[in-house]
């Protein structure tokens, strides 16, 4: 296994090893860590974090899973203690400040493909209902701390992990995915010189070792879960998984076809391929205009904010004109006037992919639809 220096780490002591397989942090002074791993007993005293694709050794039979990854570290040269998470596949950044280092480890099945011009949309081999983007991590702090302030730093890193998946506000389709096998180690120093031979076979009385107390823990806890945060930032950023409007369409069940289907119909016309394709076209152009989009994201979002009780001051959507005021915005940003006329008769109207939707839904697609077919045949 190679030795990858991506970025450095806090603790010098530590050696990263990464190929093809995975990676590995060994510490030859042991870390003491709390973790959800796949293989660790909670609270572990290790010389390695292991973190390996499903690939690389044999998770069909349980009971040698062990001897799997022993046989993995030795034809790796990776010797002592570990624990040990598998993903189906490691891609990892290091973001270091100060004290703390953060490896983020990601997987993800998604990919952006091109659609059209411009557009893209998020898909995957496997099938929405198959794929996963995990962001797993492990939280390097170059101090000696106790079990007890490495769990609680560890429950305040979750919660902020919690917070920002949630600020994403992504697409329904591509939130549940996110997180399916998902990480958090938290890692600080121990002091090897002070284990013996004895303890390394049999085990380590952690009531025994000296701590670091020399520090302030509302401030440690800060730093952890701005760290943990921030590097979360910058891992999504590389991801590459930014959205755009064709996976809100997505989300919603809602393909361009159920829209040019349902504009043919209010347009009470023969469906021939040639306005088929003429309407698509149209379309595609009108989904690059920054302000129609920008439209439409901010009527899924009132929908989404208001009907999940996230806006204390609206309790009934029903009642709210606002989203047909957006829809004949969307409209007449399309086709002017006439689209907006349009817009009136199409919203009372209601036809096609539009009756399911939701009230702020429809209207936003009432207005899409009704400047779609004012451009393309006033």
Not at 47 to 53: A, G, P, S
Not at 120 to 130: A, D, I, M, Q
């Amino acid at each position: 296994m190679k030795i990858d220096n991506h970025n450095e780490l806090s603790n010098e002591n530590v050696e990263i090893s990464y190929n093809k397989h995975g990676v590995n942090f060994y510490n030859p002074n042991y870390f003491l860590v709390f973790s959800d791993f796949n293989i660790s007993d909670g609270i572990d005293i290790v010389e390695n974090i292991l973190v390996l694709q499903n690939k690389a050794i044999d998770l069909d039979n349980t009971d040698d899973l062990f001897k799997s990854i022993e046989n993995f570290m030795e034809n790796n040269q990776l010797n002592g203690s570990y624990i040990f998470h598998n993903l189906n596949n490691v891609k990892y950044f290091i973001n270091t400040y100060d004290d703390i280092s953060v490896i983020t480890v990601l997987t993800s099945d998604i990919v952006v493909e091109d659609y059209y011009n411009n557009l893209k949309v998020l898909n995957s081999p496997k099938g929405f209902e198959n794929a996963k983007i995990d962001f797993g991590q492990i939280v390097i702090i170059n101090k000696a701390l106790s079990p007890k302030v490495l769990i609680r730093l560890h429950s305040e890193a979750n919660k902020e992990r919690i917070r920002f998946f949630e600020s994403l506000n992504l697409p329904y389709h591509i939130d549940n995915i996110i997180g399916y096998d998902d990480f958090l180690a938290l890692a600080a120093n121990m002091k090897g010189d002070d284990i013996s031979d004895e303890e390394i076979e049999f085990g380590v009385d952690i009531n025994r070792i000296d701590y670091d107390e020399d520090y302030d823990y509302d401030d440690l806890a800060v730093r952890v879960t701005d760290a943990v945060s921030i590097a979360l930032e910058c891992a999504y950023e590389k991801s590459s998984l930014s959205v755009g409007i064709l996976d809100y369409f997505v989300s919603l069940g809602i393909q361009i076809s159920d829209l040019i289907d349902t504009a043919i119909e209010l347009m009470d016309c023969e469906k021939t391929e040639e306005i088929k394709e003429t309407l698509e076209l149209e379309l595609y152009n009108i989904l690059e205009d920054e302000d129609v989009v920008s439209l439409l994201i901010a009527a899924f979002r009132m929908e989404f904010d208001i009907s999940n009780g996230n806006i204390r001051e609206v309790n009934d959507i029903d009642n709210i004109s606002t989203s047909q005021i957006l829809g004949l915005v969307i409209a007449n940003q399309i086709g002017g006037n006439k689209a907006v006329v349009n817009f009136n008769a199409y919203d009372f109207l209601k036809p096609g992919i539009i009756r399911p939707l939701g009230p702020v839904y429809s209207d936003a697609f009432a207005g899409l639809i009704a400047g779609l077919v004012t451009k393309v045949f006033n």
